[in-house]
């Protein structure tokens, strides 16, 4: 747990440093998700399924646990049943696609209307809402312009489904 906590201090702190390493990311939510397994017991599984060939490629800092958070806290936290995460990652073209799938409560339509006009418009103003996502896919747009970000889709009652697009960022390549 000691372990846990330390990488995921060291990696959200990275020296100042916006941009890590995907294989540095990973280790933040592999941490993360040992942290809040210790939490939840027997209540929370997950897998990480991606081509280890991407760990030198470069990526905002602190994407993916976010997103994995509000699946925990709006997802799987309030389900009676088990929960499951599962993390995929795969390089098509020039862009990375991170998709974060629970088997939480997923969202209701109308609520999830609002979130993706909010992701589409660029923040939000419905405090009740939250700001991770937003904050991540903000970041992102800034970064890389609006063809990247974060998308939601859910179903009530069966889970969610976060969808994040990046670039391929390689070792060397220079970002504006």
């Known amino acids: 747990m000691i372990t846990a906590l330390s990488n995921l201090f060291r990696i959200s702190l990275s020296k100042g440093k916006e941009i890590i390493t995907f294989g540095e990311e990973i280790e933040h939510v592999k941490s993360y998700l040992f942290i809040q397994q210790e939490r939840f017991k027997d209540k929370l599984k997950y897998s990480i399924n991606y081509d280890e060939s991407l760990n030198n490629f470069k990526v905002l800092k602190l994407i993916i646990q976010p997103i994995v958070e509000n699946a925990i806290n709006h997802g799987i936290k309030t389900k009676r049943e088990n929960g499951f ?49 937003f904050n991540v896919n903000e970041r992102i747009q800034l970064q890389f312009g609006k063809n990247y970000g974060v998308d939601i889709d859910s179903i009530y009652g069966f889970g969610t489904k976060a969808t994040i697009k990046i670039p391929v960022i390689k070792e060397g390549d220079l970002l504006c």
């Open 85 to 133: 995460i599962n993390i995929s990652i795969e390089k098509k073209e020039n862009d990375i696609y991170i998709y974060v799938k629970d088997n939480g409560m997923g969202i209701e339509e109308g609520r999830l209307k609002l979130i993706k006009s909010c992701l589409k418009k660029g923040g939000t103003e419905y405090e009740d809402i939250g700001y991770g996502i």
